[in-house]
């Protein structure tokens, strides 16, 4: 699995402004989610994405971004080579490469992100590299009298 992953990758390319490309993003910790309702029925499961920072002066870990996890193929994986964990998930139109220091796996009642939103807003948050759309090219002089 983790070869076809790597060489998914390599095929793909690193470049940030096709439609089929790779966006490679960092993070210091990923969390894979497993939400319960009140009744310990099993709800979603998630991707959570932190970095370490600071609130109010002590260590804190920040959202900066999540996903639902949609298939087996996006849980992390460990890096055996190059450390860390790595998630490869497709995210929207892009094919978006995680690496994570860490991982972590949790089973809850609550949603961190949602709790998360006390301290930092969604909106606040660094989140992963959004390649801009590409500008349409201007029509040349001929298409302009047509």
């Not at 860390?84 to 992100?113: K, N």
């Not at 959004?130 to 298409?143: F, G, L, V, Y």
């Amino acid at each position: 699995m983790i070869a076809f992953l790597c060489a998914l990758c390599v095929l793909c390319g690193s470049d940030r402004t096709g439609a089929d490309a790779v966006i490679r993003d960092r993070c210091d910790l990923v969390e894979v989610n497993h939400f319960y309702d009140e009744n310990g029925r099993h709800v979603f499961d998630q991707l959570i994405f932190y970095d370490y920072g600071e609130l109010d002066g002590a260590p804190h870990l920040h959202i900066r971004a999540w996903r639902l996890i949609k298939s087996p193929t996006q849980w992390p994986v460990r890096d055996r080579r190059g450390g860390g964990h790595v998630s490869i998930f497709q995210d929207g139109e892009l094919l978006r490469h995680v690496r994570a220091g860490s991982f972590r796996e949790t089973w809850s009642q609550h949603d961190p992100e949602l709790l998360e939103r006390v301290h930092l807003s969604p909106q606040d948050r660094r989140e992963f590299f959004r390649p801009r759309p590409p500008i349409p090219a201007a029509p040349k002089n001929h298409e302009l009298h047509e």
